[in-house]
């Protein structure tokens, strides 16, 4: 078996500082690079592919260290280790979690690895649905309507971007917390940065 190709011995990001989890990530990280699985680094963590398709990430947490198959719902689980971290949007993606060094078996996680590697090359996969922009609130509206060029600034960011915002000032039940949350991400839009950029 080929091993995976990577950039560095280690990788170089903020989620291999993490002391609570350093010796679980390095585990974790040297079973995912013993496969043919590419490895770059997606969102801020190690993201694994094969033939461009994202197949698996791994980081820690606060409460768990974990890794993520991107298609993971085509996965047979026999040791039904797997979750759905939100029920409500999350489809493909399911999570193995785990809260100590003890619970890591490379052999069963190999296991998982390889059959997730075979179902990206067959082509198993539940695609995103595109979601439409949606209606902006009333409090953006406002907003726009005081300031023009904070409109424009919008209407030059990508949808996904506006539907952040959308769903971001949307959600809020209070009229008080709308308006905080317009406040709080106008001088973003007026950059032309993302609600969650500094995420990304």
């Not at 969102?43 to 694994?48: N, Q, R, S």
């Not at 974990?66 to 797997?82: A, I, M, R, S």
Request: hydrophobic content about 35%; glycine content about 6%.
């Amino acid at each position: 078996m080929a091993k995976a190709k990577i950039t560095s011995e280690k990788p170089k990001n903020a989620l291999f500082r993490n002391e609570l989890w350093a010796e679980e990530l390095e585990i974790l990280y040297g079973i995912a690079r013993n496969t043919e699985l590419e490895e770059t680094i997606k969102w801020g963590a190690p993201c694994f592919t094969i033939n461009g398709k994202n197949v698996l990430g791994l980081g820690g947490f606060k409460s768990y260290v974990g890794l993520w198959f991107h298609q993971g719902v085509f996965l047979k689980d026999p040791l039904k280790v797997l979750v759905n971290a939100n029920e409500e949007k999350t489809k493909a993606l399911r999570q193995w979690r785990f809260q100590s060094k003890k619970e890591i078996n490379p052999k069963h996680i190999k296991a998982y690895i390889l059959e997730a590697i075979e179902n990206a090359k067959s082509g198993k996969e539940i695609k995103p649905e595109k979601k439409k922009t949606g209606e902006l609130p009333d409090e953006l509206k406002s907003a726009f309507a005081k300031n023009k060029k904070l409109q424009t600034s919008f209407a030059t960011l990508t949808p996904f971007k506006q539907r952040e915002y959308i769903e971001y000032i949307s959600e809020a039940k209070q009229e008080k917390t709308r308006i905080a949350r317009v406040e709080k991400s106008t001088p973003l839009i007026a950059e032309g940065r993302g609600l969650n950029d500094k995420y990304r």
